[in-house]
């Protein structure tokens, strides 16, 4: 009998864990050539981790997917290191490339990590 109660035990447990978890595609790593890290979590935050300089520098924000179009509004109460108050991109498969925004003419590919 014990068997049993155990037995139904892990499968109520591993069923409240199969379902208290999100499925995300979007969520992960992403990276660009430069080594500038996006973290994209499943509940719509997200952190630009920017390792041009001897220090880590961070810059945390909220994103948006919509018809593979992404959006990220940056923490106003944070220091935001972009010095952008949003970016926006396109999704192309494992990778996000966002337009513009050091105005230096060229658009940004962070590439998903596995």
Do not use: A, H
Not at 3 to 30: A, E, Q
Not at 39 to 54: A, H, P
């Amino acid at each position: 009998m014990k068997k049993i109660v155990s037995i139904l035990l892990f499968f109520i447990m591993i069923n409240i864990f199969i379902s208290g978890s999100t499925n995300d595609p979007y969520s992960g790593k992403y990276k660009t050539s430069d080594n500038t890290i996006l973290e994209l979590t499943s509940n719509g935050r997200c952190k630009v981790i920017d390792n041009f300089y001897k220090d880590v520098f961070y810059t945390y924000g909220e994103y948006t997917i919509e018809d593979n179009e992404i959006k990220i509004t940056f923490d106003k109460d944070k220091r935001n290191y972009l010095n952008v108050e949003s970016l926006k991109g396109k999704v192309k498969g494992s990778s996000i490339e966002f337009y513009d925004y050091t105005q230096d003419g060229k658009e940004w590919v962070y590439s998903k990590i596995e």
